[in-house]
């Protein structure tokens, strides 16, 4: 079977800034939020290509 090449580019800019003197800010929620709408299900794609034994890679740059 021929390979395919699929890139998926994530942008994210979240700023985090912790206010101490606030208790509840958006910046927490716009951390958490990204945690469990991207990072989680794509943990999950990944767990599920190791398990039908899809050889494939991953990068990522900072």
């Known amino acids: 079977m021929p ?4 890139a998926i580019v994530l942008h994210a800019h979240l700023p985090f800034v912790r206010h101490p003197e606030h208790e509840d800010f958006l910046e927490e929620d716009w951390f958490f939020e990204a945690i469990t709408e991207t990072y989680i299900p794509l943990i999950r794609a990944f767990d599920r290509l190791v398990k039908d034994g899809v050889d494939f890679r991953l990068t990522i740059s900072i």
């Open 3 to 6: 390979k395919g090449y699929l």
